[in-house]
């Protein structure tokens, strides 16, 4: 059983699981992507830079044994690198130790200080992130094209931008993004933000798909009903619902067992729910139930409120 594959608005081909390495140390996560690979069959990994573990990741897709042309390779620009893509780009290759990447994503709509006090947070003397905010990000975008014409990425797109971010680019950018990764699940659908990049022929990826850290998704009742139902366990119900509706899910785990399940769960999942299961999951978080778990801090120090 292998993942379902989109198409992205280029024709470069995306599986729809994909493993996520973020908070996978990197003692743990060569093995982990070794496995993923090899045992579990998944061709898809999302890492970035800010993971601090490109070095890991990048061994544990060697150790697998598949050959580089057969995986799909996600990595991501950090807000200190928004002047230099290509210097950025170059340093996730190489610790990686691949010479192209399937897809670059601007991690954030954020430049961050490349020369603060920090070379991933910077912060100024009051204790507040030290964001450029005059930055344009078509500046950024325009890097990105640059590496895409130059063949060291297939694709690029961008994560954690809104509806308002990306019309920040739209207008001159010559390359629609082909992805915006999100956070994306049960409780935080953002459906609105999910039509439009689907009227823009932007493909979404969904972060944080099990709720992040400890997994709190697997609690929701709807979720386990149905999982009950169809005699799956409720992750799969959590990622397939995503997949189903042509999101590209990307759960992360460094346990063999759970990488497994939630890669064969998920495709099965995606195939049970019905039109109806859908819907019923579509409303649980319009029901009430509304609620993101990753806040990084840059949103208060902008004074932002549409992280949608
Ligand atoms: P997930 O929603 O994937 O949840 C990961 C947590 O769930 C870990 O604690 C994991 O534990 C646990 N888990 C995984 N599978 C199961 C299972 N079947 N049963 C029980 N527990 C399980 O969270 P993430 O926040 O990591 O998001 C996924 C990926 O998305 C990231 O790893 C990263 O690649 C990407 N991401 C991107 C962001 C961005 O800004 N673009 C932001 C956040 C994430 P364990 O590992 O111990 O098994």
Same mark, same amino acid.
Request: hydrophobic content about 40%; proline content about 6%.
């Given at each position: 059983?292998?993942?379902?594959?989109?198409t992205?608005?280029?024709g470069v081909k995306?599986?729809?699981?994909?493993?996520?390495? =973020?908070?996978?140390?990197p003692?743990?996560?060569?093995?982990a *992507?070794?496995?993923?690979?090899?045992?579990a069959g998944?061709?898809?990994?999302?890492?970035?830079?800010a993971?601090? !573990?490109?070095? /890991? *990741?990048?061994?544990g @897709?060697?150790?697998?044994g598949?050959?580089? &042309?057969?995986?799909? *390779?996600?990595s991501?620009l950090?807000?200190?690198? #928004?002047?230099?893509?290509?210097?950025?780009?170059?340093?996730?290759?190489s610790?990686? %130790?691949?010479d192209?990447?399937?897809?670059?994503?601007i991690?954030?709509? @954020? #430049?961050? !200080?490349?020369?603060?006090?920090?070379? *991933?947070?910077?912060?100024r003397?009051?204790?507040?992130?030290?964001?450029? +905010?005059? =930055?344009?990000?078509?500046?950024?975008? &325009?890097?990105?094209?640059?590496?895409?014409?130059k063949?060291? +990425?297939k694709?690029? %797109?961008?994560s954690?931008?809104s509806?308002?971010?990306?019309?920040?680019?739209?207008?001159t950018?010559?390359?629609?993004?082909?992805?915006?990764q999100?956070?994306? #699940?049960?409780y935080n659908?953002? #459906?609105?933000?999910?039509?439009?990049?689907?009227?823009?022929?932007i493909?979404?990826?969904?972060?944080?798909?099990?709720?992040?850290t400890?997994?709190?998704?697997?609690?929701?009742?709807? /979720?386990?009903?149905?999982a009950q139902?169809?005699?799956?366990?409720?992750?799969?119900?959590?990622?397939g619902?995503? +997949? /189903?509706?042509?999101?590209?899910a990307?759960p992360?785990?460094?346990?063999?067992?759970?990488i497994?399940? !939630?890669?064969?769960?998920?495709?099965?999942? /995606?195939?049970?729910?019905?039109?109806?299961?859908?819907?019923?999951?579509?409303g649980v978080?319009?029901?009430?139930k509304?609620?993101?778990?990753?806040?990084?801090p =840059?949103?208060?120090?902008?004074?932002?409120?549409?992280?949608?």
């Open positions: 059983m292998s993942s379902p594959i989109f992205l608005n280029n995306i599986p729809a699981i994909g493993l996520g390495t =973020w908070q996978s140390k003692e743990e996560v060569t093995a *992507v070794e496995y993923a690979i090899k045992d998944y061709r898809h990994i999302d890492c970035a830079w993971y601090g !573990n490109e070095q /890991a *990741v990048g061994e @897709i060697r150790r697998s598949v050959p580089r &042309e057969e995986i799909f *390779v996600t991501k950090w807000g200190t690198y #928004h002047s230099k893509v290509e210097q950025a780009l170059d340093e996730s290759l610790r990686l %130790g691949l192209y990447l399937d897809l670059y994503l991690h954030w709509p @954020i #430049h961050l !200080n490349p020369n603060g006090n920090d070379p *991933v947070f910077p912060k003397p009051d204790g507040t992130r030290d964001i450029l +905010v005059d =930055w344009p990000l078509s500046k950024t975008w &325009e890097q990105m094209e640059a590496v895409l014409a063949g060291k +990425v694709a690029i %797109g961008v954690n931008f509806q308002k971010k990306l019309e920040e680019i739209l207008p950018a010559k390359v629609v993004p082909a992805v915006d999100l956070e994306l #699940h049960l659908p953002q #459906h609105e933000l999910v039509s439009y990049l689907k009227s823009k022929d493909v979404p990826q969904a972060y944080s798909p099990l709720g992040s400890g997994s709190p998704l697997l609690s929701d009742e709807t /979720a386990s009903a149905l139902k169809y005699e799956l366990n409720t992750a799969d119900v959590l990622l619902y995503l +997949v /189903a509706k042509g999101i590209v990307l992360k785990s460094v346990t063999t067992a759970r497994m399940a !939630n890669y064969k769960g998920a495709i099965a999942a /995606a195939q049970k729910l019905t039109e109806e299961d859908i819907k019923v999951l579509d978080a319009p029901g009430g509304q609620k993101r778990f990753i806040m990084p =840059w949103g208060v120090d902008l004074g932002f409120d549409n992280w949608a």
